[in-house]
């Protein structure tokens, strides 16, 4: 088993790097979506030609797709450390919490309260401050105005008997710091708490082990891990008792269908056993064998790659007097996330000059306008975000240095 990813190998799985319309341009608006692997798409042709159709019913072409729905369910459980049935689809992330929001209120009284984290995405935030609206108490875990951490000692002083839930990020799309959410979790469930983690930001880097970092609730994207537009949502028997079911009726007893109100996407659940085929080629690939340990070697594979890269990254950047780092400059303490403000030039202007140099990069608010305004950054404006994954090359980390030297 080696541990040093075969980039070569990886890029051939991705049909956007052999694709002439983006030959020489370096992708870095990862974090927005990612590239999508050549099994997703094997994935689709094989539904729309053979059985876009009603699932689980007698006849082949629909046994066949209900199948793949139910592998779907059963794969993803194995990546995340879950069993089965606390496995959801739903149409995306923002979608999912929406759902959760009325979940809990249904089962929460006036001044019952909720902890939202600063460094949230609006689809982690939104739909939690709403409920104030209701009588409910919503307390904000507010995060450092000058670095954008989170510090434990402020959340400990917020929880008290009548806080139903925590959320907070993985970690997040702007300042990137990966959390300590095992430590959150055993802070918050000694206060008979449970947490919820919107993983959107972090899972494109690796799925993690849930069993082990203790979240009740977890989310994320699988477009930005690779697959089809859906929202992943984990939801452990912990978290039970205070949600209620969301779906039609006589779906409530279904484990992948009580915390879904629509019917499913039968075609993206089935589709996102591509994301887990290319998992399992990759793990395959550098040695491994098909053990319970295959998530992690691949999560490890995913780190390791992308700690060098970042590495680079960040100490250029942290050279520069000119620039602000938005988040740690530690590659071993974020995400290959990285976002920045300059003194002299709007992010506006440095996106378009990288664009013009053929860095596809991000510009804005990230839909972390909160978070910006904490930490004194103008929202309308906002920030450059560069942010990459395992399939990125040293190359073009260089490119894209180069590009803001000559911009900047």
Not at 197 to 224: M, N, Q, R
Not at 258 to 277: K, S, T
Not at 337 to 344: A, I, K
Request: proline share 5%.
């Amino acid at each position: 088993m080696t541990t040093a990813l075969d980039l070569d190998f990886v890029r051939q799985q991705f049909p956007a790097f052999s694709e002439p319309s983006l030959q020489g341009q370096a992708f870095f608006e990862n974090a927005g979506g990612s590239y999508m692997c050549q099994q997703v798409i094997d994935r689709f042709h094989t539904i729309f030609h053979e059985r876009k159709l009603q699932p689980y019913y007698a006849f082949k072409a629909s046994a066949d797709l209900g199948n793949e729905m139910d592998q779907a369910h059963q794969r993803m459980a194995r990546y995340l450390n879950v069993p089965t049935d606390e496995v959801m689809f739903g149409p995306s992330t923002s979608q999912n919490t929406y759902v959760l929001a009325q979940a809990l209120l249904a089962r929460m009284s006036p001044g019952d309260g909720i902890i939202v984290s600063g460094q949230e995405h609006e689809a982690n935030a939104g739909v939690w401050r709403r409920l104030t609206s209701h009588g409910m108490r919503v307390l904000v875990w507010e995060a450092d105005p000058i670095t954008g951490q989170l510090d434990l000692n402020t959340l400990a002083g917020l929880l008290d008997d009548r806080i139903t839930m925590v959320a907070m990020t993985h970690c997040s799309n702007l300042v990137a710091e990966i959390n300590p959410v095992r430590k959150v979790a055993d802070m918050v469930h000694d206060a008979n708490v449970i947490l919820l983690v919107d993983g959107v930001s972090y899972c494109p880097h690796g799925l993690p082990d849930i069993d082990a970092i203790g979240a009740d609730i977890y989310l994320f994207s699988s477009y930005k891990t690779y697959g089809p537009h859906q929202g992943v949502m984990v939801i452990r028997k912990s978290a039970h008792a205070v949600l209620e079911p969301q779906s039609h009726y006589f779906n409530r007893d279904i484990p992948s269908k009580w915390m879904v109100p629509a019917g499913p996407d039968h075609v993206q659940i089935a589709a996102a056993n591509g994301m887990l085929d290319y998992f399992d080629a990759l793990d395959h690939h550098h040695g491994g064998t098909d053990d319970a340990m295959r998530p992690r070697r691949v999560e490890t594979l995913f780190h390791q790659a992308e700690r060098d890269n970042l590495r680079v990254l960040l100490d250029y950047l942290g050279n520069r007097n000119d620039l602000r780092l938005l988040g740690p400059n530690d590659p071993d303490n974020r995400a290959p996330t990285v976002s920045f403000t300059s003194s002299r030039l709007s992010a506006t202007d440095i996106g378009q000059k990288l664009a013009a140099r053929n860095i596809m990069a991000g510009v804005g608010d990230f839909y972390a306008v909160r978070l910006l305004e904490t930490m004194g950054v103008s929202p309308e404006d906002g920030a450059v975000r560069l942010s990459f994954v395992h399939y990125t090359s040293r190359d073009e980390i260089n490119q894209a240095i180069a590009a803001l030297d000559d911009i900047l």
